[in-house]
């Protein structure tokens, strides 16, 4: 039987409702499309823009290396005299920030300068002494001791760097003009990295940040508080970068920060209720601060992950005014109860900001191993068996260690995991100061099954330590700097390269 023809109404409806099916789909593509992209831009984590739990671990499935027991510099940035003396402590950034195609590197300086750097594109490099040049310096006036994180907050497809200040203040700054977008005061002593996400899937991009005595949540387009949960005790309770995680397993993204007191606060991301506050001074550890990010891994093989964090303090002798030791443990705390699972006192713990501590399944048993780079100059690795944490097997990459100097910095490691030789396995890739006549710090790629060291590199050369830093191997505090690292693909290769900021250099890292 033939089928009758659509009426007109009929016909106008079924176009409606196929335009309404469409335009249903369009919408969820870019819905889709932007969480994804949220994923992929740093400052979701400050040292990678797809580690959302604070791992520093880059899958092998994600992207690897091509390094192999040659390693050489491929460009240098050294800041000019006349931008100051203050020196690049954070972790530096890598993005297309002006969607021109290529790669740039953000790095910032504590005396207030945002740098956007040319990657891989770059104009007249010095080839000879391996040095680029900056495509804008910004300078916002308030020193900065915390990586800024990157998002494209008002859809004109350049990213801004929301920047956390130590006046208080944290600022929104468009990365291709350098103009200061918005700036909101929220506390005192702003020492931790903003962290940028649609938190309520609203299409707005959300932004938290710990002061020295609260946690934000922020507007990131229009810079206005959505809610303020208060937990410090003043500039002495500096806050740690903020974790990103559905905590307590409810479907709602929650929020996981530390404290120089030794608490573990988990907020409720959509609401900013306090849902945990664990005290490890209660628990037992006395006399214990933390000043890194928390880290979330499943480190027992139960299929949640836990929060896992260095907590410790340095020994002095008041009389002499000389270290005499250190104090510090490995904790693993269970977000959902506030319960401490287990833990190992190794005798020291992480100090730097930026990550010092990694997790990830090296070994495929479903269980993280964890990696520390610790105060006393050891690179731990950690495993998990029959209910406690034991050591592998322990690096010494400090080797002035037992060093001289009262200044932590003097022995602080930034780490990652990652396949940066496609060798099917993986590498721990550590940065510390290492100082000589020649050298301002030191490159370690270490195997993550034997502890054993594959390639070691010193940099920089006599052309950069002459213009900034020429000091002598025994000159501890006056070299007393806190290198960081990132790893990502720069020049478009797709393999990657490790970026690196240490005193008054930008250094690109490749394959030789």
């Known amino acids: 039987m033939p089928s009758k023809p659509l009426t007109p109404t009929v016909r ?52 690897v290396g091509n390094f192999s027991n040659t390693i050489y510099r491929v460009w240098s940035f050294i800041m000019p005299a006349r931008e100051g003396q203050m020196g690049f ?60 994180a990157l998002a494209d907050v008002d859809g004109d497809n350049v990213l801004e760097a929301i920047i956390g200040c130590r006046d208080g203040y944290l600022r929104c700054v468009d990365l291709a003009s350098g ?64 974790l990103l995680d559905d905590i307590n397993n409810d479907g709602t993204l929650d929020i996981a920060v530390t404290n120089l007191w030794g608490y573990i606060f988990v907020i409720d991301g959509a609401t900013g209720q306090l849902i945990k506050s664990i005290d490890l001074w209660r628990n037992g550890f006395k006399g214990l601060f933390i000043t890194h990010s928390p880290v979330s891994a499943d480190i027992n093989g139960d299929n949640y992950r836990e929060i896992i964090v260095s907590a410790g303090i340095e020994l002095i002798d008041t009389t002499t005014i000389s270290r005499v030791g250190y104090n510090g443990s490995i904790i ?9 699972i287990t833990f190992i006192d190794i005798g020291s713990f992480a100090w730097h900001a930026q990550p010092s501590i990694a997790a990830a399944d090296v070994d495929n048993d479903g269980m993280a191993e964890i990696f520390i780079a610790s105060i006393d100059g050891y690179l731990y690795r950690l495993d998990y068996s029959n209910g406690s944490l034991s050591i592998s097997w322990q690096y010494q990459y400090d080797t002035y260690w037992p060093a001289q100097s009262l200044v932590l910095t003097s022995h602080a490691a930034t780490i990652s995991v990652a396949d940066i030789n496609n060798d099917t396995s993986y590498e721990v890739v550590l940065i510390t100061p290492y100082y000589t006549l020649t050298t301002v710090y030191r490159l370690y790629v270490i195997d993550v099954e034997t502890g054993s060291s594959i390639t070691i590199y010193d940099v920089m050369d006599k052309y950069t330590v002459a213009q900034y830093a020429p000091f002598t191997s025994t000159d501890y505090d006056a070299k007393a700097t806190m290198p960081s690292l990132s790893i990502a693909d720069v020049d478009g290769d797709n393999a990657l390269e490790i970026i690196v900021t240490s005193f008054q250099v930008v250094s690109c890292l490749d394959a030789g």
Not at 197 to 224: C, F, L, P, Q
């Open 89 to 148: 402590n954070m972790n530096p950034l890598i993005a297309d920030v002006d969607n021109d195609g290529f790669t740039e590197v953000v790095a910032v300086d504590a005396g207030g300068r945002v740098i956007v750097l040319y990657g891989s594109d770059v104009p007249g490099l010095d080839t000879n002494n391996f040095t680029t040049i900056y495509k804008l310096i910004i300078t916002v006036n308030a020193s900065l001791y915390s990586t800024p």
């Open 332 to 340: 693993v705390v269970d977000p959902r109860q506030g319960s401490i």
């Open 179 to 242: 103009t200061i977008e918005w700036e909101q005061r929220v506390g005192i002593n702003i020492a931790s990295s903003p962290l940028v996400y649609d938190i309520d899937r609203d299409g707005v991009i959300d932004i938290v940040v710990s002061t020295a005595n609260a946690t934000y949540r922020i507007n990131s387009v229009s810079g206005e508080v959505l809610w303020k949960t208060p937990f410090g005790r003043g500039l002495q309770s500096a806050a740690s970068p903020v």
């Open 12 to 63: 106008r409806v079924s176009i409606a409702v196929a335009a309404l099916l469409v335009i249903i789909l369009i919408v969820a593509l870019i819905q889709t499309s932007k969480s994804m992209a949220q994923l992929s831009v740093p400052g979701w984590w400050t040292q990678l823009g797809y580690d959302p739990y604070h791992t520093s671990f880059i899958p092998r499935n994600v992207i």
